[in-house]
């Protein structure tokens, strides 16, 4: 089934989103920065989500990671 059928997939898919650009901005910050409008703004704003919520982003990996593993 496809990741936007799924809800579980779906919110994956948003948390590798998340944390994949808040780790490449930690490396490569000028081409992230580069891009705050249109498509490639999105993630941007990813990884600006990821650096600011931090804490809660990665209790809500911990978490999908559990219900992964143990519950489905």
Sequence with gaps: M???????S???VILLLICTCAYLRS???SII??????LFGTF?????????????VATCCVIM????????
């Design 65 to 72: 990671a559990f219900t992964i593993l143990f519950l489905t």
């Design 44 to 56: 941007w704003k990813c990884a600006r989500i990821g650096e600011r919520k931090s804490p809660y």
């Design 10 to 12: 779906l919110l994956s």
């Design 27 to 29: 490396f490569f910050p």
């Design 2 to 8: 496809s990741a936007i059928f799924n809800f579980q």
């Design 33 to 38: 920065d580069r891009n705050k409008t249109g």
